[in-house]
């Protein structure tokens, strides 16, 4: 049977250990720090990762610590004009068989840790390179140690020290930075009786805040123009590039606590994801910009498909993945570069015709391609097209 080794233990990694455990798939994470702490602070998981999640055995966690939104409003920088307001709720349960929960990153991590034998998790294990012939991967710790596996997955994320191993490739600086916080609900009392994301759009910058730890604190995040180095965050810088900015926005900011800074970075779509012994999948395979919140999305489909695969049939399961998962994160990486544009247009004609549009979107409907994601069709799509492997 398969030995398999996962390096991460992100979202990305525990969630495909818990699937392969689920088909009882040997394998041991290898993950660098000494005790899980999460990065962070809240995530947006749409309905086609609530579905992965449940199957997982995570809808517990999901209904004690999670906030299913009622609807996600934009609204202009200054004056607070609302330019959309696209429901959720009730709608999105309908349509797409799952809400669209918001959580802290951590509490997910704890449902997710909380699936697995605490032996399994190998914390403190820190791989620097892998490396594979024909007989096995090798594992390269950092402590001058190697260890061996039939299989190697890299869930490490953008800076992902696997893909060295597949794709001679850097990570590309998007020329925005997220400031991350928290703040108590009483601070934006609104969103505890009413729980939706807003975001607000503007010139260089947007910002986002929703409810998060059962309705018991607030995530809020700003995307602003700068360069790479970020350095250490002060919330009086942030609230200096936001100036003129709605005072309710300026107000939230000002609140936020155990504020973070990270350049957002993105790679190309580029391959292959996979050799004999090797396969990456989420950031490590395909990095893309936070703008349609699918990055833990993404990698739970991606883990899902790969469990399957390798419980199915290992001799085929990594060309077969590959060629049915290239599609789909193509078009996610491209609508989160094209938003990008969109979110931080100066206003004038571009954006008010961007305004327009957001003022059309009234259901769901334009979310089926996202939301609606089926496993089972996308990989039949993948062995009709052929691809790579």
């Known amino acids: 049977m398969t030995r398999v080794a996962i390096v991460g233990g992100g979202v990305a990694g525990l969630a495909v250990a818990a699937l392969l455990r689920q088909h009882g798939v040997p394998y041991r994470i290898y993950e660098q720090a000494t005790r899980f702490t999460a990065v962070g602070a809240g995530i947006q998981l749409s309905p086609n990762g609530v579905r992965i999640l449940r199957r997982l055995g995570v809808g517990p966690t999901l209904r004690e610590h999670g906030v299913a939104a009622e609807s996600i409003e934009i609204r202009r920088w200054d004056d607070g004009r609302l330019l959309c307001a696209l429901p959720h709720g009730d709608a999105c349960v309908t349509a797409y068989g799952a809400p669209y929960v918001l959580i802290h990153r951590a509490d997910l991590q704890r449902g997710l840790v909380g699936l697995l034998p605490a032996a399994d998790l190998g914390l403190g294990r820190r791989v620097v390179r892998v490396s594979e012939d024909d007989e096995q991967a090798t594992l390269h710790l950092a402590d001058g140690t190697s260890d061996t596996a039939d299989l190697v997955i890299g869930a490490d994320g953008v800076h992902s020290v696997v893909r060295p191993a597949l794709i001679d490739d850097t990570p590309r600086y998007s020329g925005y930075a997220v400031w991350r916080g928290l703040l108590p609900v009483d601070e934006v009392p609104t969103l505890g009786r009413v729980p939706r994301v807003l975001f607000w759009f503007g010139p260089d910058a947007h910002v986002t805040y929703y409810p998060i730890a059962a309705r018991q604190a607030v995530h809020v995040s700003a995307v602003c123009a700068q360069s790479a ?161």
């Open 229 to 389: 180095e970020t350095g250490d965050p002060a919330v009086e810088e942030l609230t200096a590039a936001l100036d003129g900015w709605h005072p309710e926005v300026l107000r939230v900011i000002g609140a936020a606590r155990g504020v973070s800074r990270w350049g957002l970075y993105d790679r190309e779509i580029a391959g292959p994801w996979h050799s004999r012994r090797l396969v990456l999948l989420g950031d490590a395979a395909h990095p893309t910009l936070p703008y349609l919140s699918q990055g833990a999305n993404q990698a739970l489909e991606d883990a899902l498909l790969v469990a399957d695969l390798l419980a199915a049939d290992p001799a085929t399961a990594l060309n077969r993945y590959e060629r049915a998962r290239r599609p789909r994160v193509a078009e996610v990486h491209r609508q989160a570069r094209h938003r990008a544009a969109l979110f931080h247009l100066p206003d004038g004609p571009a954006q008010r015709a961007r305004d327009e549009e957001l003022a059309r979107q009234v259901d769901l409907s334009h979310l089926r391609w996202l939301y609606g994601h089926d496993p089972d069709a996308e990989l039949a799509h993948g062995a009709s097209t052929g691809g790579s492997g």
